[in-house]
């Protein structure tokens, strides 16, 4: 019979080090949460090979006498604690793990003065046994070094990555934790070089452009909204400003860096009439709660927790977003005009050569007569571009059928969109504003107006209308995913979809929404039930409803290619600067770019 046999104390130090120190970056976000929770006011860190050969970080907050720097190297040993109630802790790390597993696995060394001592102390410890313990000259705070992390323990060491990817991991560590404390000051250097620098009392929207990406102080709106004991503040960026990858999201909770698939799905749910199923928002998002409403005791790194409500906090998450979206009215990040203007090229490069000068006065200017203007082609020519100007458009016209050309005072310039000139390959509208240039993707501008249209108008409403079924559809899946939709069955009703069991792994469809018309009912079946095996929550119904207003948007929107009166141009233009978020389409896209007149001059040489 196996002996039960107490382990020693390095090896339950080494156990506690593999779930507390999993890589570089895992001790440096221990060491910069015991920082800050010192009260520290600048923070400097210092790698080398990605923390694989130092991690060090300098501090300015309490410090400790050497009796607590001796305490602090016990396990189990800590100041965030001041009663038993671990459900109610207000700092970043609490468990009394960090710093003797790091000194189990690397060489530590701890530094630290207080602020009315003359003096600090010192104490080293080699992979768990003290090394040093003395006197130590430094200003008031706290300095840790962690050298040849894994040094001793080649089976975890062989598995990190290389040192450009914990460089990388380290790095997000900082950044992570100087947005959530705009208040303090960060530095970072890496191998001698300074990565980060952030000053000390910054306001949250700079600090968030400053560490994610400079384009959100104008690709960004601002977040500051309230429902009950909860508050979201923050920055997210335009839907048209957005990524490939989810990298660039950022989301706190009571100023923690977490990530959770409840927040996650949040924004996802958020955005989702707004982006691609392929692109992701880029945003910084910090959630304020009463400590008792959330669990961060949860995950041994902290990064992961769980609301005492998340239905509460998915609805407050998501409407707080759409508000603030919605009040960015006809806003639109800009990429394509910045491309443009910078892949432009002024001069050719073999310019032809110069015609003689008196060639160009060879023939007398002479008027265009009525012959002269031919009618806008119907395709797009061969050139792969059609300028059909409103003037070419009336004369063109019979005799006596004529469009009458709308008298445009002077202040119509001044909209925001401009007033319509011309249409280039019967897809996008030339305007000009009173500040440049404006073009207009017309099937991309209409495709958001005719959804935010069908919102306007209750399409929420006429969604709980049911149209039955003449022969009701039998849908197959699998037997959990027929037990999630049969828990839900009486919620999907009132949206007017009519949901029965049929046997094991099938359900029986009776009525669907009258919107959707003749929508493929096993596809939008199928896709509840993946929505709520994801999230387990019927509020996505409400969301995959939006997204099924965004596909009829689509498909009854004006195309691209149809040719539109200067009338009907000016008309789209106007409702754009009526309508909120018509800046992007229902997937992410811009619907309009400009060139402000400055950036042409730069083209013709003018500036």
Request: proline share 6%; charged share 25%.
């Amino acid at each position: 019979m196996p002996t039960i046999r107490r382990l020693p104390e390095h090896l339950v130090n080494r156990i506690a080090a593999g779930e507390v120190v999993e890589r570089p970056a895992s001790a440096l976000k221990e060491l910069v949460e015991n920082a800050i929770d010192a009260g520290s006011t600048q923070i400097t860190v210092r790698i080398a090979s990605g923390g694989l050969d130092l991690i060090e970080v300098t501090d300015d907050g309490c410090g400790m006498v050497p009796d607590q720097i001796a305490l602090a190297l016990e396990r189990h040993a800590t100041s965030k604690l001041p009663d038993e109630h671990i459900e109610l802790v207000a700092t970043l790390g609490f468990r009394g793990e960090a710093l003797p597993s790091i000194g189990s696995v690397a060489r530590l060394t701890i530094e630290s003065r207080p602020h009315d001592s003359a003096e600090g102390w010192k104490r080293v410890v080699d992979h768990g046994v003290v090394a040093a313990d003395g006197p130590a000259a430094l200003p008031p705070g706290t300095r840790i070094r962690v050298e040849d992390l894994f040094g001793k323990v080649p089976a975890r060491r062989k598995f990190l990555r290389s040192a450009r990817s914990e460089y990388a991991a380290c790095q997000d560590v900082v950044r992570r934790l100087a947005m959530a404390r705009p208040d303090i000051g960060f530095v970072m250097e890496h191998d001698g070089r300074r990565v980060v620098s952030v000053q000390p009392r910054e306001e949250l929207a700079s600090r968030v452009a400053r560490l994610v990406a400079r384009e959100l102080a104008e690709d960004g709106v601002l977040i500051d909204a309230e429902r009950g004991s909860a508050r979201l503040t923050g920055v997210a960026g335009l839907p048209t400003y957005n990524r490939g990858v989810a990298d660039h999201q950022y989301l706190f909770v009571n100023g923690r860096p977490v990530k959770d698939r409840l927040l996650v799905g949040a924004v996802r749910g958020a955005y989702s009439d707004m982006l691609a199923r392929d692109r992701h928002a880029v945003l910084a998002l910090f959630l304020e709660i009463p400590p008792e409403e959330v669990d961060v005791n949860v995950h041994p790194a902290k990064t992961e927790v769980r609301f005492r409500d998340p239905a509460f906090i998915r609805g407050f998450l998501v409407g707080a977003l759409r508000h603030a979206l919605e009040s960015s009215g006809q806003r639109s990040a800009q990429p394509a005009a910045a491309a443009a203007m910078n892949m432009w090229q002024v001069e050719p490069v073999a310019p032809a050569p110069a015609p003689a000068i008196g060639s160009l006065f060879a023939r007398e200017y002479s008027a265009p007569s009525r012959s002269d203007f031919r009618p806008a082609p119907s395709r797009v020519s061969e050139a792969g571009t059609v300028w059909r100007s409103y003037e070419e458009e009336v004369m063109a016209q019979p005799s006596g059928r004529a469009e009458p050309a709308p008298e445009e005072p002077e202040e119509a310039l001044q909209y925001p969109l401009g007033v319509a000139r011309g249409q280039v390959a019967g897809t996008y509208i030339v305007a000009e504003a009173d500040d440049g240039l404006v073009i207009v993707d017309q099937h991309a501008a209409h495709e958001r107006l005719v959804l935010e249209r069908l919102k306007a108008a209750g399409a929420e409403d006429a969604m709980a209308r049911s149209q039955a079924l003449l022969l009701p559809e039998v849908v197959e899946l699998e037997e959990a995913a027929c037990d999630a939709l049969e828990e839900k069955a009486a919620d999907l009703a009132r949206f007017g979809l009519v949901l029965e069991r049929f046997g094991p792994s099938a359900m029986l469809v009776r009525a669907v929404p009258s919107v959707l018309g003749k929508s493929d009912v096993h596809a939008l079946v199928r896709d509840i039930a993946d929505d709520l095996a994801r999230n387990g929550d019927a509020l996505l119904l409400g969301e995959k409803l939006d997204l099924v207003l965004a596909t009829m948007a689509c498909h009854g929107s004006v195309r691209a290619g149809r040719s539109l009166s200067v009338a009907e141009m000016n008309a789209l233009l106007r409702e754009m600067e009526r309508t909120p978020r018509s800046g992007q389409c229902n997937h992410g896209r811009p619907t309009w770019v400009k060139l402000a007149h400055h950036d042409i001059e730069k083209l013709f040489g003018r500036k």
